[in-house]
Every structure is written in structure tokens, then in C-alpha cells.
């Protein structure tokens, strides 16, 4: 009987973080998706200069959460997540538009997708 409460009480304290971690990672792929869609609109006005200071803010706030993201996150997902934005800052650099607004797109839908393995169901759990 000992063995079951213990094992209950596992149970809880993991769906109970499992809660409370998803919405922090939604929150990050949420500001992070804010984040992009302002490069977006920089870009789509052609200030690069603009561009480059919402990607720094967004490389310096993926460093601020590189530690939980790394913790618990796919390395592989967060290494392109990384890639990408380092590819970003090269194109805003060369005024090259449409590229930077390629590797936006990309930089969206991982930051869309970030979450999505994260998501209490049962497949994770099992």
C-alpha cells in the first residue's frame, strides 16, 4: 500500500511540472514568435537596421533561456533554432531581403513547433 501512494504521488508531482513547464515553453515560443514577426515587418519595410536589433534581442533572449530550453528541450530543435537565427543576422548584415525573410519563415514554424512535444498527452507520457 506504501508503494501505491508513493507511485501516486510521483504521478502527481509529474503531470503537475509537466503543466507548469508547458506553459513556460509556450510563453518562450510565444515571445519568441513576437519577436520574429518584428523582424518580419522590418524587413518587409527594408530597415535593416531595425531587423538587426530585434535579432540580437532575440539571440539574447534565447541565451536567457538557453538553460531550460537545453534542460529538458531537443538539443537537435534548439541547435537549428540557433543556426537559423545565426544565418538571420548574416543576411540582415548583407541587406540581402528575401533571404532574411526565408530564414524568418523558417525561424517561425520551430518556434511554432518548440512546444508541441511538450504538450501533456498521452503519447508523451507513455
Not at 534581442?57 to 538539443?75: F, I, P, Q
Not at 541547435?79 to 524568418?104: M, P, W
Amino acid at each position: 500500500m506504501k508503494g501505491v501512494i508513493i507511485s501516486l504521488c510521483i504521478a502527481v508531482v509529474m503531470v503537475v511540472g509537466s503543466v507548469i513547464y508547458t506553459s513556460h515553453i509556450d510563453a518562450v515560443s510565444e515571445e519568441l514568435a513576437e519577436m520574429n514577426r518584428s523582424i518580419i515587418m522590418a524587413l518587409e519595410e527594408a530597415d535593416f537596421d531595425a531587423a538587426e536589433r530585434e535579432t540580437v534581442k532575440m539571440a539574447e533572449y534565447l541565451d536567457k533561456k538557453d538553460t531550460v530550453l537545453a534542460a529538458t528541450g531537443n538539443h537537435e530543435e534548439i541547435d537549428t533554432i540557433e543556426i537559423n537565427v545565426f544565418e538571420l543576422v548574416s543576411y540582415i548584415h548583407g541587406e540581402q531581403k528575401t533571404d532574411a525573410l526565408a530564414r524568418c519563415n523558417v525561424l517561425g514554424f520551430l518556434f511554432e513547433h518548440l512546444p508541441k512535444n511538450y504538450k501533456l498527452k498521452l503519447e508523451n507520457i507513455l
